[in-house]
Structures are given as structure tokens and as C-alpha cells.
């Protein structure tokens, strides 16, 4: 848009200067001269129950302070205990010690002798579906509920009832199974079977990816201070804010106006950190006892144990298809392993199948699917909780209809992309804007893809070369959230929102879209962030949906601010509100050219009160605005210009889809069984581009995580004991820029606005991580011409498919 003055522009970040010098504090670099250190006694077994426990020793030994159990920590509602009695995988922690330094915690927890009931486990999600199997939780092995859908995404939004799934009458001897039992989730578009008796050709496949560790770089470390008046302030890692405070406050047992939540930098979170976590009740409880600061730092193996990570999705695919390369059916079943803690373990196969129904558009759909419980880690969002895995089990399956219906891959991709107000999920609701086709046709120019089709099954010297696409799509646009403007006395607008600092600097981007709606000069507005009582209350940083829901937040406070501004400036310079307008940092009438400047405006409204100084709260937002965004307000009460904004639902109609388009050339060794990604080029729909440099830097961060995910990462447990095998970076190793190529990232955006889109944007975090993963893995099938179905494709298991009778070469 080339009128637009900060949109679409490049800026220096607010945190910029601070991560440079290392000025920036994160969690663990609050320091109190009378703070005490906190370590946890952790379950040795994957399911087990405390039989008895016993704290004296600990308690007596010199410079511990305080010792907690189970026994001690409230319920909580995100359906995770603080402290377990009956903890449900490895490393859980049943208690907790507080001492003057960390060597003596971690010696008194040697001293608390715990006596467990040991129970059966399970790690294997197809083995609890089993009859006569163990159940991972004591209420069931299965969510038989609905599914929190798009709106919870796992992130602890959704309550499930839980139950016992067996599938009595199914044949396991296939890693699906076959005649399955029943399946909580199912939804369906048209008669699939019509579409299939309609295909020319059908494939049918089953394709399982991987779960696997988060493991941001920063491990989630908290200070808490419990006052003696009741208050508490709690330093905490999270990507989030206003879900973190509120979440974290329940879980405490506190009023959320009684905790200050104060998180300014965040060392990667990748939806692990999207909202509060019961590691954060420990020192907070801990400090409850003492009124002391208290902090809990997180180690690599804690993180393993206590942090989150992708899901399994197995998943049975059939596809038919018409030789002119129409998709008429689409049938898939699913199995989800949600780990041992995730509030909703269909979130993950919702998400899938409403991506799957974006990205590919069908003429008839069925989907069906279950969640289950193991006794692993928590499956929680890693980048997307399930759009991403949609990603990467249909891509060798449409490379597989390609090759049946004698298709170039790329363009069966392009025909079946989805056009605006195509449906999407199970009520067809609309998709806002889709440019997914002009993502691919971009990401082709810039990697040659014809050039790159010609080297494809060509070898030199050990290596074999291939050629191939992906797509993914993630939901972007929430409405129903709070934005909050102040202009001062001084001029200077303030942009009080929500938004926690994942790192992506999309906290400060929203802020742009108010400089940008009331054309008011960037180096007079300021970005608040980083603290709850000086918040508006918004969604989790999570599911690329900051830009568009915090962003259409705060365009909403702007718009109510210029209103006031013209109200304000009819009063004082006389004519109508409608006669002004707000641009350059002034409020000028068009009539007479008559002007003050918002310094001026601001303090009329400070002599005019009411209303435009938030000291009477209009009842319109009175009845909307959650009470946290008005008490953030209290403190410039009565002394600046305050707007507040709501976001309704008036301001969407349809799925605000993001959706990414990637091509990779990768390299085989046949020798080692070695993949490498020779060149990539990857093009997000993301609406229009707020802030270019954090666009290309997010599309880089994905595609280049995005080779971890196909390639490298795995959760290993052993089936017996359910222990991790892999909790280091040297066992489970995260891909670094070293794993790419030589060549240059090749990454963009089509930059086309959506709609419904504060000046036009969506999203762009999560799509761009499940079409390179879901590129490489084609890329990978076209070098040797065989499909995998199973992930990562680690060097032993490409080089087990070159060794077989599957491979000619």
C-alpha cells in the first residue's frame, strides 16, 4: 500500500537496543538480595502414586526455608497439577524445596524420601486403543467430548470430559488399525463415497508424524514474590501476557487484580509458553509461605520433562481424483497422542482436518479421528497444534495422485488451492482471503522450479537429487478482545496493549497499525508492554494471531481516540467533530485549517474529564471490555486523553486463513542416507505485510525449524519404563542455520490484504513451518521415488529404504 507511512515499512524495535547490549532481563536475570532458590523432588517412573512421603530431613538441614507437597497446592483448571500426587509421566515433580541457594535445595531434595505405588504405563498411542491395555490417566485413556476446535488450540481454552476408548473388535496387526471403534471427532462435506465411484483414480496411504520436544532456547525459569498484604508479583518466561495473568492467577488462587505478571523478553516459547504453566506455582507457593521472593530455574532435561511438544497424528488417507487432477473425495482417520497433561487432545486432529479442509478444498470431505492419552510429555502446540502435521502426512500422498493422474506435482498443488469465500471446516465457513497459488507461482520463479524438475533423479557422484512442494494453512483472526490508547500532555501516544513479547516483535508492529490509523508520527507514539496492570487484555501470543487480533484491537482504541480528538477540537476551536480530522500529530480542521496539536487535545480533555479522560467509562464498554483493561487504565485516569476498543462480530465474518507455499530441492546421499536441503524457496499469504523485516524473519525461522521437524527431532521413550531416552540437545538435536545449505533462504510474501484484516493483515508464524516440512518430505520421495511414512527421515531410516527392494535406482 504506498500511501501508507509505517505499514508495510521497516522500524527499530523498541527491544532492539536492550537484546544488542544485553541490557534485557529475561526471567532469570531478577536478582533480590533475600531471594531463595527452589528445585523439585520428580517422579523416577512414567505412572506411579505417592504412597507416602516424608520431608524432616529436609526440612532440618541448615538453610532450607520450606518444603512443600502435593498435599499443599490447590486444585488447579488447566488439567495439570503444581505438585503431583499421582504424577503421570517421568520427571514430574511431587515436591518442592526452598532454600538460601540452589546446592542446598538441590541437596534437600536428596533428603525427601518418597515411597510410590508403581502403575502401569503406556507411551504408545495405537497401544492404549488396545483392549486390556493401560489407560495413561486414571480417568481413561481418551477425551470423548468435543473438541475445543480452533478457538482453544490447545492452549488450555478447552474442558474435555475423559473416558475409556477401546477398540475391541479392531486388527492391529498394521500400524493403523483395521475396523476401527468409535471416534469422538468426525464431520463430513457430501456423500464421500459418491466422490470416490466420481475419481478416476484413488490412493490411499497411512502416514505418521512424529512428536516431538519443543525446547525453546530459554527454559522456563519464574521468580515470585507473595507480599504480606496479599499481593504478588510473578517474573515469569512466557510468551503471553493477558492469558498467562489471568491463568496463572486462578491457579494461585488469587484475584487477577492481586498479581502483577511481569514478563518484557521471552528466549522462545513456539507455543509451549502460550499461556500459564504449573511450574509457575511452585515458587509462587513457595514465596506464599515465606513472603520472600522465590525462583525455580528451569534446566535443558527439566524443560524436556515439564515443557511441551508437538503431537503424533497417524493418520489413514484416501484421495480420489479425476485425470483433469479435481480432488473429488477426501476420507481421513486419526489418531492423536496428546501426551500425559493436554487439556485437549483433540485440538490437535480439529486443527489438522480444518487446515487439511483450507489448504485442498475437496468436493466431498470426510474426516474422523481420536485423541489419546500417554504417558509422555504434554502435547501442546509447537508452532501450531495440528495444522503443520496436516501438512506433512498429505504431502507425499498428493505427490502419490500426481504421479497416478500424470500431473506435475506443482501444478496439481495450484489447481487445487482455495479462492476467496471457498469453505472451510465443518460448517463451511467462508475463508477470508487465500492467495496460495500466487505463493507457489512466486517460490517457483525464485528457486527455478523447471530447472530444478529437470536435475530431479539425476546423481553426482553419491548423491541422488529431488524435487518437491508443500503447503499449510493456520487460522489467524480472533475477534472479542480489548485495546486500550492514551494520548499524553506531552503528545505522545501510548499504546497500552496485552501482547507478550514472543520474540517475533509483533507487540510493537500493532502499535504501528495506531500510528498508521491516526497518522500520528512514529517517534511521538510508545509502546507499553511487558506488564499486566498495564494491559489490555487479548489473546495468547499463539496461533499467528497477535497481528490480526491485537492489531484490529488496537485499530478499534485508535478509532475511538480520533473521535474523541475531533469532539475535543469542535469544542475548542468551534465547528462540528466531522470537520476534523487527525494527521501529522495534529487534530485540523479541513474547513478553516484551524489546528491544535495532540499535546493541546490532550489537555482539553484533561479539563474536560468525563469520558475522554476514562474517570466515567462509556457503558457500551463498561458491558464489554474485560475489568482488567479499564484497571489498566487507572493510572493516567484523569490525566490524559483515554480510548478504549472492542473488537466484535461485526469485525469478521469467515476464516482469516494464513496459508504458505514452499519448494525444496534436497540432495540424498546413497551412501550415508544423509538428506540435505540443497535450496529452498518458501512464500507466506500472510495479507498484507506489516513489518517486512520480522515477516522474513519469521518465513526464515519456520522453514528453518521446519528441517528439524522432517529431518531430525523425535521424543524417544522406552516401552517399558516409560523413561525419555533423549533429553539433550546432543541426543535430540534442534536444527541450526549449519543444517541449511550455502545457498540463500529464499522467503517472501505475496503482501495481498485481507478484508477483514486491520489494514489488511493476517498472519504468519505457523504456515510457512508445515510447507517446508511437508516440501522437504516430498522433495525427499521424489530423489529416491518411494514414500515415506514415518518421520523424521533420519539417515538410518532413508538409508534401511535405499538398502530395500523399494528403491531403483
Not at 175 to 204: I, M, Q, T
Not at 366 to 377: C, E, K, Q
Not at 750 to 763: E, I, L
Request: a negative charge; glycine letters at 10%.
Amino acid at each position: 500500500m504506498a500511501d501508507n507511512q509505517y505499514v508495510g515499512q521497516d522500524f527499530e524495535i523498541p527491544d532492539g537496543r536492550a537484546k544488542v547490549t544485553g541490557e534485557a532481563k529475561y526471567a532469570d536475570d531478577y536478582l533480590f538480595d533475600n531471594a531463595l532458590d527452589a528445585k523439585t523432588v520428580k517422579s523416577p517412573y512414567a505412572h506411579a502414586k505417592v504412597q507416602d512421603i516424608d520431608t524432616t530431613a529436609a526440612e532440618q538441614m541448615s538453610g532450607v526455608e520450606a518444603v512443600i507437597t502435593y498435599k499443599d497446592v490447590p486444585g488447579t483448571d488447566i488439567g495439570q497439577p503444581i505438585l503431583a500426587e499421582e504424577p503421570l509421566v517421568y520427571g514430574y515433580p511431587v515436591a518442592a524445596v526452598a532454600a538460601k541457594d540452589e546446592y542446598t535445595a538441590a541437596a534437600a531434595v536428596e533428603e525427601i524420601d518418597v515411597e510410590y505405588e508403581v502403575l502401569d504405563h503406556v507411551v504408545d498411542p495405537v497401544e492404549t486403543l488396545k483392549p486390556g491395555s493401560p489407560n495413561a490417566r486414571p480417568e481413561g485413556n481418551a477425551p470423548t467430548g468435543e473438541a475445543g476446535g480452533e478457538s482453544a488450540e490447545g492452549q488450555g481454552g478447552a474442558t474435555n470430559a475423559v473416558g475409556t476408548i477401546k477398540w475391541k473388535n479392531a486388527d492391529f496387526s498394521e500400524r493403523f488399525p483395521k475396523n476401527p471403534g468409535k471416534y469422538p471427532l468426525k464431520w463430513s462435506w457430501g456423500d464421500v463415497e459418491k466422490g470416490f465411484e466420481k475419481a478416476d483414480h484413488v490412493v490411499e496411504d497411512t502416514v505418521e508424524s512424529q512428536p516431538f520436544a519443543t525446547n525453546p532456547l530459554e527454559p522456563r525459569s519464574t521468580v515470585a514474590h507473595w507480599q504480606s498484604n496479599g499481593s504478588v508479583k510473578v517474573w515469569g518466561s512466557s510468551q503471553s501476557m493477558s492469558m498467562t495473568h489471568t491463568g496463572l492467577a486462578s491457579m494461585i488462587g488469587v484475584s487477577p487484580a492481586n498479581l502483577t505478571f511481569i514478563n518484557n523478553f521471552t528466549g522462545g516459547g513456539f507455543g509451549s509458553k502460550g499461556t500459564s504453566y504449573p511450574q509457575m506455582g511452585v515458587p509462587a507457593l513457595l514465596s506464599k509461605e515465606l513472603n520472600r521472593p522465590v525462583k525455580i530455574r528451569g534446566t535443558r532435561k527439566e524443560e524436556f520433562h515439564w515443557g511441551n511438544g508437538r503431537s503424533t497424528l497417524i493418520a489413514k488417507i484416501k484421495v480420489g481424483i479425476t485425470d483433469d487432477g479435481t480432488i473429488t473425495a477426501l476420507d481421513i482417520q486419526g489418531i492423536a497422542d496428546s501426551g500425559a497433561y493436554s487439556a485437549d487432545a483433540l485440538s490437535t486432529l480439529s486443527s489438522a482436518y480444518n487446515s487439511i479442509s483450507q489448504c485442498w478444498q475437496p468436493e466431498t470431505l470426510r474426516v474422523r479421528g481420536i485423541g489419546v492419552f500417554t504417558n509422555t510429555p504434554k502435547r501442546w502446540p509447537q508452532r501450531g497444534p495440528g495444522q503443520n502435521q496436516g501438512g506433512l502426512v498429505m504431502s507425499q500422498v498428493i505427490d502419490q495422485l500426481a504421479e497416478v493422474a500424470s500431473i506435475d506435482p506443482l501444478e496439481l498443488r495450484m489447481q487445487n488451492t482455495p479462492s476467496q469465500g471457498d469453505p472451510a471446516g465443518p460448517t463451511r465457513a467462508p475463508i477470508t482471503s487465500a492467495n496460495l497459488k500466487e505463493a507457489y507461482e512466486m517460490a517457483a520463479e525464485d528457486i527455478n522450479y523447471e530447472e530444478k524438475r529437470r536435475r530431479s533423479g539425476t546423481v553426482e557422484g553419491s548423491k541422488i537429487y529431488g524435487v518437491g512442494a508443500g503447503t499449510a494453512s493456520h487460522h489467524s483472526g480472533y475477534i472479542g478482545f480489548d485495546g486500550l490508547v492514551a494520548v499524553h500532555t506531552d503528545g505522545t501516544v501510548e499504546v497500552r496493549q496485552g501482547a507478550g513479547n514472543l520474540g517475533t516483535e509483533s507487540f510493537a508492529a500493532v502499535a504501528r497499525m495506531v500510528a498508521e490509523t491516526m497518522d500520528v508520527p512514529w517517534d511521538q507514539v510508545k509502546v507499553q508492554w511487558g506488564r499486566s496492570d498495564q494491559a489490555s487484555f487479548t489473546l495468547g501470543q499463539f496461533s499467528s494471531n497477535t497481528t490480526f487480533t491485537t492489531g484490529l484491537a488496537n485499530v478499534k482504541a485508535a478509532e475511538t481516540a480520533m473521535e474523541y480528538l475531533r469532539e475535543i477540537a469542535s469544542q475548542t476551536l468551534g465547528g462540528a467533530p466531522d470537520d476534523y480530522e487527525v494527521t501529522g500529530g495534529e487534530v485540523v480542521n479541513t474547513q478553516t485549517g484551524d489546528s491544535m496539536t495532540l499535546a493541546q487535545a490532550a489537555q482539553a480533555a484533561v479539563e474536560l474529564g468525563g469520558k475522554y479522560t476514562a474517570e466515567t467509562v462509556p457503558t457500551k464498554y463498561q458491558e464489554s471490555l474485560v475489568p482488567l483493561t479499564i484497571a489498566a487504565a487507572q493510572d493516567i485516569k484523569g490525566e490524559s486523553l483515554v480510548a478504549f476498543g472492542k473488537s466484535t462480530s461485526e469485525d469478521l465474518d469467515g476464516f482469516v486463513t494464513s496459508f504458505a507455499g514452499c519448494i525444496a530441492e534436497v540432495s540424498v546421499d546413497l551412501q550415508t542416507g544423509e538428506v540435505a536441503v540443497e535450496e529452498i524457496a518458501n512464500y507466506a499469504d500472510s495479507g498484507r505485510i506489516i513489518h517486512p523485516e520480522g515477516h522474513k524473519a519469521q518465513v526464515e525461522g519456520a522453514t528453518v525449524q521446519a528441517i528439524g521437524y522432517v529431518l531430525m527431532e523425535h521424543y524417544l521413550h522406552d516401552d517399558d519404563t516409560g523413561i525419555p531416552l533423549n533429553t539433550d540437545f546432543y541426543k535430540n538435536k534442534p536444527p541450526a542455520i549449519q543444517d541449511y545449505s550455502e545457498t540463500e533462504l529464499k522467503t517472501g510474501g505475496v503482501d495481498n490484504p485481507d478484508p477483514y484484516g486491520p489494514h489488511g493483515a493476517k498472519g504468519v508464524g505457523e504456515p510457512p513451518y508445515g510447507a517446508a516440512a511437508a516440501a522437504v518430505a516430498s522433495a525427499t520421495r521424489d530423489a529416491l521415488g518411494v514414500t515415506f511414512d514415518t518421520f523424521p527421515l533420519s539417515p538410518s531410516e532413508v538409508l534401511e529404504k535405499i538398502q530395500s527392494e523399494e528403491v531403483d535406482i
